[in-house]
C-alpha cells in the first residue's frame, strides 16, 4: 500500500461551525467571470450569444494561454476561447454544435451529425485534442486535433456506430462494452481514456485512446459484467459498486470518481486496467455500506458530501465539487476512509450549504450548484452551473 493512501475504518469525527480550514483559493474570489455577469437570485433561461452561458457542466484550459473550451450545456453547444480569456464576459471565438451564436436546440433543432450535441457535459484534452461527453445523445465525441475554429467535425464517436445514431445502448434492453447511457464524464491520463457512463452505473476505460467508431472498451468498474447496469450491481453499496459516477481524477497515482449517487468520492489503490476491481476508500461516507447524503442529517459536516458531481487535483490538494452544497472541499496530505476536509470554498463554515452561502446574490467567492471542476496550471476552472457562469479561479496553495 503506498504511505500516501492509507486505510482506516473508524468513523471520522463530528464538527461544528468553529472548526478552522484552508481556503486552496483566492479568498477574494474568481480573476475572470464568463457567463452571467448579474446578481439575479433566480436562475432563468438565457438567450444564447456569444457572451453567455445557460447551466455549463464542464470546462477545459488546453494550456495556461488557451485554447479554453466550455460545454455550454443548457444550450446543446461547445464554445471556444483561442486564448485564456482576460476580461469578464469575453466573448468566445468558435461554436461548435450551432449554425452560430444566437441559435440552441439539441442537435441544432435536428438529428445528431459529427458537429452537434445534446446536453454536452464532461469535456477534457485528449492527446492533441479532445474529448466531449455528448451526454443525451449516448456518446462520447473525440476530435483528433483541437478544433481552431466553429463546428470542426469530430473524428471519432464511441458509444454509437456511427454518427448519426443516438439510441440508449444502442436501442438494446442490456449495455455492452461499446453503448452507453447519459455518458456525462470524460478523463484522458497518460494513454488511458475513461468515460463515467453514468446511466449504466459505471466507468468505462480504455488502454489507450480509441481509434475507431464504436471501438469497445477494454474493462469495466462498477459492474461485474459487461452488459450489466443495476444500480449498485443491483445490490447494497460496496467498494466496487456504482450508482452515479460523473468525473474522474488521478490523486498521487490513484484513480479517483465521483459517485454522486452514492453521496461519496471512490478511491482505487493505482489505477485499474481489470473489470469491478473495488476501490480502497471513499470520502463522504465512514465505510462502504452507508450513502446518505450528508450523511443522513440536514446540515453538511467536513466529513460529509451531497451529490458531489466534479474532481480535479490541484498541487498538493484533491478537490471536490460537492454540488448540492455549493462548495468545493479540499483534501491533502494522506487520506484515510472518510477523513475530513481540511480546505473549503464557497462557503463561510463546513456546516453551511446555502446556494451562494445565502440562497441570494452571487460574489466572486460564491458557488451555486457547481457540476464541474479541472485544472490548468494554477488556474481552477469551476463550472458554477447554477450561476449560468464559469470562473477562472487562481489556487493560492
Not at 441544432?108 to 446536453?119: D, E, F, H, I, Q
Not at 481489470?274 to 446540515?299: I, M, R, T
Request: some cysteine; charged content about 15%; glycine content about 10%.
Amino acid at each position: 500500500m503506498k504511505n500516501s493512501l492509507q486505510i482506516n475504518l473508524t468513523p471520522s469525527p463530528t464538527t461544528d461551525t468553529d472548526e478552522s480550514f484552508s481556503q486552496f483559493l483566492n479568498p477574494e474570489g474568481t480573476s475572470i467571470i464568463l457567463g452571467e455577469q448579474s446578481s439575479d437570485i433566480l436562475v432563468t433561461p438565457l438567450e444564447p450569444d456569444a457572451t453567455t452561458l445557460f447551466g455549463p457542466r464542464g470546462a477545459c484550459l488546453v494550456s495556461p494561454t488557451g485554447p479554453l473550451w466550455v460545454a455550454d450545456t443548457g444550450h446543446h453547444r461547445l464554445l471556444g476561447w483561442k486564448n485564456r480569456p482576460e476580461t469578464d464576459g469575453q466573448p468566445a471565438d468558435w461554436v461548435i454544435g450551432q449554425p452560430d451564436f444566437h441559435q440552441e436546440g439539441q442537435n441544432a433543432k435536428g438529428t445528431p451529425k459529427r458537429n452537434t450535441v445534446s446536453v454536452p457535459t464532461g469535456i477534457c484534452a485528449c492527446g492533441e485534442g479532445l474529448a466531449v461527453a455528448d451526454a443525451w445523445n449516448h456518446r462520447v465525441l473525440i476530435w483528433k486535433e483541437l478544433p481552431e475554429e466553429s463546428n470542426v467535425p469530430a473524428d471519432i464517436v464511441l458509444g454509437q456506430a456511427n454518427f448519426q445514431q443516438n439510441q440508449l445502448n444502442r436501442g438494446e434492453i442490456e449495455t455492452a462494452a461499446h453503448s452507453m447511457h447519459w455518458p456525462y464524464g470524460v478523463f484522458y491520463h497518460q494513454g488511458r481514456f475513461f468515460v463515467a457512463d453514468t446511466g449504466n452505473r459505471r466507468v468505462l476505460g480504455w488502454n489507450k485512446i480509441p481509434e475507431i467508431n464504436g471501438q469497445p472498451a477494454d474493462f469495466v468498474l462498477g459492474q461485474s459484467q459487461m452488459n450489466l447496469r443495476d444500480e449498485n450491481g443491483g445490490g447494497t453499496p460496496t467498494a466496487s459498486s456504482m450508482r452515479w459516477p460523473h468525473a474522474l481524477a488521478i490523486w498521487q497515482d490513484n484513480l479517483v470518481v465521483t459517485d454522486a449517487g452514492n453521496n461519496r468520492v471512490m478511491i482505487w489503490e493505482g489505477i485499474p486496467t481489470e473489470n469491478n476491481v473495488p476501490c480502497q476508500l471513499v470520502l463522504g461516507q465512514s465505510n462502504f455500506e452507508d450513502v446518505e447524503l450528508n450523511q443522513g442529517v440536514y446540515w453538511p459536516s467536513s466529513s460529509s458530501l451531497s451529490m458531489p458531481y466534479g474532481v480535479a487535483v490541484s498541487n498538493q490538494w484533491l478537490i471536490v465539487a460537492d454540488t448540492a452544497n455549493s462548495r468545493l472541499l479540499g483534501w491533502t496530505g494522506s487520506l484515510e476512509m472518510g477523513i475530513p476536509a481540511q480546505g473549503l470554498m464557497g462557503q463561510l463554515h463546513f456546516r453551511s450549504k446555502g446556494e451562494n452561502r445565502s440562497y441570494g446574490t452571487a460574489y466572486r467567492n460564491s458557488l451555486s450548484w457547481p457540476y464541474g471542476i479541472s485544472m490548468c496550471g494554477d488556474t481552477a476552472l469551476i463550472a458554477d452551473s447554477g450561476n449560468n457562469r464559469i470562473l477562472l479561479w487562481s489556487v493560492t496553495c
